[in-house]
């Protein structure tokens, strides 16, 4: 809801990057077959994963949007 409004929401960074790092290393998740290739990069936190050409670069909360 903050993203519509324009509001900029802190967002913890231990538990963001613990998510992170579990939706990305888990195969429930299908990221190991999404993400083949890319690197995924935090750009407000110090938080990276995956190897590849590819580099998906965006802040924390971009990375919960379906899509985008």
């Keep these: 809801?903050?993203?519509?409004l324009g509001r900029v929401r802190e967002m913890p960074e231990g538990p963001v990057m613990a998510a992170l790092a579990h939706v990305h290393d888990s195969s429930f998740y299908g990221a190991r077959?999404?993400?083949h290739g890319t690197r995924l990069v935090a750009t407000d936190l110090d938080w990276s994963a995956g190897e590849g050409r590819g580099?998906?670069?965006?802040?924390?909360c971009s990375f919960w949007r379906r899509g985008g």
Excluded at 1 to 4: F, I, Q, V
Excluded at 55 to 60: E, H, K, L
């Design 1 to 4: 809801m903050a993203r519509p």
């Design 33 to 35: 077959m999404r993400f």
């Design 55 to 60: 580099a998906g670069r965006r802040a924390t």
